[in-house]
C-alpha cells in the first residue's frame, strides 16, 4: 500500500497485490544489513481514498 501524503481518513492509497520474486540480504556491517527484492505485480494498482 502507498499513501503518497500520509495516513488519515480521506486521504489517497494505491494498492497493488505482487509475487516476491527474489529477495536477498547482505551480512550485517556496522550493524546495517542491505537488501533488494524483485516483486511483480499480479493485478492491476488500485487506487481509493481511506477510510
Avoid: F, N
Avoid at 502507498?2 to 520474486?21: I, K
Avoid at 529477495?23 to 477510510?51: I, R
Amino acid at each position: 500500500m502507498y499513501r503518497p501524503e500520509g495516513t488519515g481518513a480521506g486521504l489517497p492509497e494505491r494498492s497493488v497485490d505482487v509475487v516476491v520474486g527474489e529477495y536477498k540480504e547482505t551480512h550485517p556491517v556496522a550493524d546495517y544489513v542491505m537488501w533488494t527484492v524483485k516483486l511483480q505485480h499480479s493485478g492491476d494498482v488500485t487506487h481509493s481514498t481511506q477510510a
